[in-house]
């Protein structure tokens, strides 16, 4: 892939800006009205994001990730808060703040029937561009997201990989401050994922801010320099991931056992090695001081209290045992269905 481009996808211009916060937003909050009531999709939230990291929102489907990003997007009006956007009114100034931003949706947007450099170039036109200017840009698109060799194929005949980096490239056309990135690697095979987490990289060592939204804990990890994690629509912990792991002490150990799981947790959170106890998803969730010294002693205690020992594991704390710890359930095991809102406004 090539990727000496890089640096043009946000110009000399985006890199020379003064460092300082992109988002600003006190009190954010959207509420939608249905027949069965008023619901809180974001219930008043407070966010700041600074210029060139990668920001993230995790969350479960129907936390309320979807409709922050269309908030701040200028996609849905926010109905009580405020906030700036790349140093715009969202509310007073909202021309101003689209000129300032790229969004990509979960959805692609391009157009199965046409050419990818068409797009591209089409993008640019409706952003001002003059025709020579779009062509220039969108073939310094195609060259840096490595789509020249199907520049000109009809989209529809893209791979998954291929259509979400032309997304990425319409939503850079026209040079943005800030990228939007909601869900940008759903559906997508390990390999396009990695090649995508690479992209987002790229454009932030070039300059860009990026504010993304996943229900993916490793990418999560392994992307964002900060990230908040969002439930029923309220922020419930920010920071690194690395600082948001060291709010949980020790290692966890989880412990599938027969019989009564509550007997076999009351005896094992009586030991002194053990800090916190919970029972998740049917197992037995423990943190302890040192992983590799506790679990023995735990194996023995469940053995001379004869209970049958069917599955263990070990782990240093993740990401989803501060989702744990903050709303009480497993992010990494969410399969209930999104609220009845989630159908017309997203995730």
Not at 81 to 102: F, M, Q
Not at 161 to 173: A, H, N, T
Request: aromatic letters at 4%.
């Amino acid at each position: 892939m090539r990727v000496t481009a890089t640096s043009d996808l946000v110009g000399h211009e985006a890199r020379n800006r003064d460092a300082g916060p992109v988002i600003e937003a006190t009190g954010l909050r959207h509420t939608f009205r249905s027949r069965r009531g008023n619901v809180d999709a974001v219930a008043g939230i407070d966010l700041r994001v600074e210029a060139r990291e990668i920001f993230g929102f995790l969350g479960p489907n129907g936390a309320g990730k979807t409709t922050t990003l269309r908030m701040l997007s200028t996609l849905l009006p926010p109905t009580g808060g405020e906030a700036r956007v790349a140093g715009h009114d969202l509310v007073r100034e909202p021309r101003r703040v689209r000129e300032s931003i790229g969004y990509v949706g979960q959805q692609n947007g391009a157009d199965r029937q046409v050419t990818g450099r068409t797009e591209l170039e089409f993008q640019g036109t409706l952003y001002g561009m003059g025709r020579s200017a779009a062509r220039r840009r969108a073939a310094e698109l195609l060259a840096t997201l490595d789509l020249e060799e199907v520049a000109d194929r009809n989209t529809g005949t893209y791979s998954g990989g291929q259509r979400r980096r032309l997304d990425i490239g319409l939503g850079l056309i026209h040079g943005p401050r800030l990228l939007f990135l909601d869900e940008p690697t759903s559906g997508l095979d390990p390999q396009g994922r990695a090649r995508l987490w690479d992209e987002v990289r790229r454009l932030r060592e070039g300059g860009m801010t990026i504010f993304l939204t996943t229900h993916y804990l490793d990418e999560a990890d392994a992307l964002c320099d900060r990230l908040a994690i969002i439930d029923h629509g309220r922020i419930v912990a920010e920071g690194t991931p690395d600082e948001l792991k060291r709010q949980i002490a020790g290692d966890a150990v989880t412990l599938g056992v027969g019989g009564d799981v509550q007997v076999a947790l009351d005896l094992l959170a009586g030991q002194p090695f053990v800090r916190e106890a919970s029972v998740d998803g049917g197992a037995i969730r423990l943190y302890v001081d040192r992983g590799e010294t506790a679990l023995p002693a735990l194996l023995r205690v469940l053995t001379e209290a004869g209970i049958e020992l069917r599955t263990t594991s070990l782990a240093r704390p993740s990401l989803d045992d501060v989702f744990l710890r903050q709303t009480g359930r497993s992010l990494r095991e969410q399969a209930a269905p999104a609220p009845d809102w989630a159908r017309w406004v997203g995730r």
